[in-house]
Nanobody, 122 residues
Framework: EVPLVESGGGLVQAGGSLRLSCVGS????????IGWFRQAPGKEREGVSC????????YYSDSVKGRFTISRDSSKNTVYLEMNSLKPEDTAVYYC?????????WGFGDYWGQGTQVTVSS
């Protein structure tokens, strides 16, 4: 059983929006920090956003700050990533991850999803 499942990716024009979802199965999201990461072809994986397990504090990389919003719905054990004003450079496979510790961009992730493709056309 895959512990985390992402959905909501797709093809969108520049300036458009998408909302990604990450659903936990067997992983209680309230006990974990949940992060979104992305990896573009030929590039290293980078952290995009994270929501804390302690107080729901949110964190964003500089490249998405002001455009992306992370949120948690505990009743659905789901974390969302609302992505607005999308740019071609946002094209990547987006992964969610759960960690029993703190939000961080490196060494994060006790559990990972399989990813969802986001493609932004110019």
């Amino acid at each position: 059983e895959v512990p985390l499942v992402e959905s909501g990716g797709g093809l969108v024009q520049a300036g458009g929006s998408l909302r990604l979802s990450c659903v936990g199965s067997g992983v209680n999201f309230d006990d974990h920090a949940i992060g979104w990461f992305r990896q573009a072809p030929g590039k290293e994986r980078e952290g995009v956003s994270c929501i804390s397990r302690i107080d729901d504090s949110t964190y964003y990389s500089d490249s998405v700050k002001g455009r992306f919003t992370i949120s948690r719905d505990s009743s659905k054990n789901t974390v969302y990533l609302e992505m607005n004003s999308l740019k071609p450079e946002d094209t990547a496979v987006y992964y969610c991850a759960a960690d029993g510790g703190l939000c961080k961009w490196w060494g994060f992730g006790d559990y990972w999803g399989q990813g969802t493709q986001v493609t932004v056309s110019s």
